[in-house]
T-cell receptor
Framework: DAGITQSPRHKVTETGTPVTLRCHQT?????MYWYRQDPGHGLRLIHY???????DKGEVSDGYSVSRSKTEDFLLTLESATSSQTSVYFC??????????FGPGTRLTVT | AQSVTQPDIHITVSEGASLELRCNYS??????LFWYVQSPGQGLQLLLK??????LVQGIKGFEAEFKRSQSSFNLRKPSVHWSDAAEYFC??????????????FGTGTQLKVEL
């Protein structure tokens, strides 16, 4: 257990609205990640952070932004939600050596 | 860029039978390889990892995997499957980032069904 919580765990929102998902970790890990999971695609990296205010894009970053103002929190924002962003979102941190630990996930439905 | 292929989308085995899940990777350097398991509605749990050294690695829950560089494979095995092993299994390859992190690329997963 890497002490990762995600909120909310479930959310239904309408197309065009902004949505923010929160990831909180208690282990003081430097690296944090956001993935989305879709059937037939496995997990795909959206954004990651390598420190406070230091972030970089993953392979499916369009339509998403992130922020990390504290070590323990990593926020994922959908600037204007679309139906294609209906997915399960996982946050992860990295322990030693190089092992990623995953949160419980957030199921987002965009109607 | 790295990639992972899991050629089997679904596998069904009988309880007590042996299991092998296939994973092939593409990566330009020495790979860091992982197997994760996901039960329905849950997050991912790390089963085992390979970084270097012995090519046969042992993991939790009685799983093992063998790294074969010549075949670019990292297949997961278990000698006797239990009904509780029914889940989805993901293989991943990691690229090391400066400063101690890594980026994982996942396969599309293999759904394991266990028949009683």
């Amino acid at each position: 257990d890497a002490g990762i919580t995600q909120s909310p765990r479930h959310k239904v929102t309408e197309t065009g609205t902004p949505v923010t998902l929160r990831c909180h970790q208690t282990e003081n890990h430097r690296y944090m990640y956001w993935y989305r999971q879709d059937p037939g695609h496995g997990l795909r990296l959206i954004h990651y952070s390598y420190g406070v205010k230091d972030t970089d894009k993953g392979e499916v970053s369009d339509g998403y932004s992130v922020s990390r103002s504290k070590t323990e929190d990593f926020l994922l924002t959908l600037e204007s939600a679309t139906s294609s962003q209906t997915s399960v979102y996982f946050c992860a941190t990295i322990g030693q050596p190089y092992e990623q630990y995953f949160g419980p996930g957030t199921r987002l439905t965009v109607t | 860029a790295q990639s992972v292929t899991q050629p089997d989308i679904h596998i069904t085995v009988s309880e007590g039978a042996s299991l092998e899940l296939r994973c092939n990777y593409s990566y330009g350097a020495t790979p860091y390889l992982f197997w994760y398991v996901q039960s329905p509605g849950q997050g991912l749990q790390l089963l085992l990892k390979y970084f270097s050294g012995d090519t046969l690695v042992q993991g939790i829950k009685g799983f093992e995997a063998e790294f074969k560089r010549s075949q670019s494979s990292f297949n997961l095995r278990k000698p006797s499957v239990h009904w509780s092993d029914a889940a989805e299994y993901f293989c991943a390859v990691g690229a090391v980032l400066t400063g101690g992190g890594n980026k994982l690329t996942f396969g599309t997963g293999t759904q394991l069904k266990v028949e009683l």
